[in-house]
């Protein structure tokens, strides 16, 4: 499956770009699993994702879990907690 | 009228002000959150989503109104680099009722801080850099919301 992923905050400063475009495993069927699958993947995935009850996401605009499934998702935003106001 | 922006250009305040007074509204409540120059900080960066940014203040706005009486609702947040003693977030509630304008006030900045997709970054006078991290008491603040 053909998935867009954007990066925010430091979680983009330790992946190194701000989005990227993956072709996810079969296996990889909801948000929990993508940030484990990115932390697998490389040394800049295992830095940004080391804690993963860090990360938030959002699927297509809006905010879902690590629960959330990822079937007929076109982008996924991951982020840290936010920090604005 | 409701007025929601998120912009890298300096707030005008007396401007945002001029358009709730027009309104001949019996009370205004504002809150104004300013860059704190804590620790020789040069530059507080605020990073923030291109869309979901503005969705997530709009979203609030429109919660504040269907939760209060309010005639008038201004909420901009600033986003991009700032220096100390700039403003990073201005809110301004409008209503016939002083009570329900200070609420809605109180209630836009507490959850402003945990619902809404921005990120502070701070540089020091000595070339440190690092992202804020989320302070426990703000998500109580806000949960007291949802009460």
Known sequence: MILEIAYFAWVRDRMGVADETVDLPANVTHVGALVAWLAARDGRGQVAFAEPQRIRAAIDGVMMGHDAPLAGAREVALFPPVTGG | ?147
């Open chain 2, 1 to 147: 009228m409701i007025r929601v922006a998120v912009q890298p250009a300096a707030i005008d305040i007396a401007a945002e002000l001029d358009l709730h007074d027009a309104g001949g509204h019996g009370a205004s409540a504002s809150f104004i959150g300013r860059v704190r120059g804590d620790g020789d900080l040069t530059e507080l960066f605020l990073d923030h989503h291109p869309a979901m940014t503005t969705a997530g203040l709009a979203d609030l706005a429109h919660a504040a109104a269907d939760r209060w009486h309010l005639s008038a609702l201004t909420l901009i947040h600033r986003v991009g680099a700032m220096a100390p003693g700039e403003t990073i977030v201005f809110i301004l509630a409008s209503s016939p009722h002083r009570a329900e304008a200070l609420a809605a006030c109180e209630f836009l900045i507490d959850r402003l801080k945990t619902d809404v997709m921005l990120w502070k970054r701070e540089t020091f006078a000595d070339g440190r850099v690092q992202w804020v991290e989320p302070r426990e008491g703000d998500e109580a603040r806000a949960e007291k919301w949802s009460r």
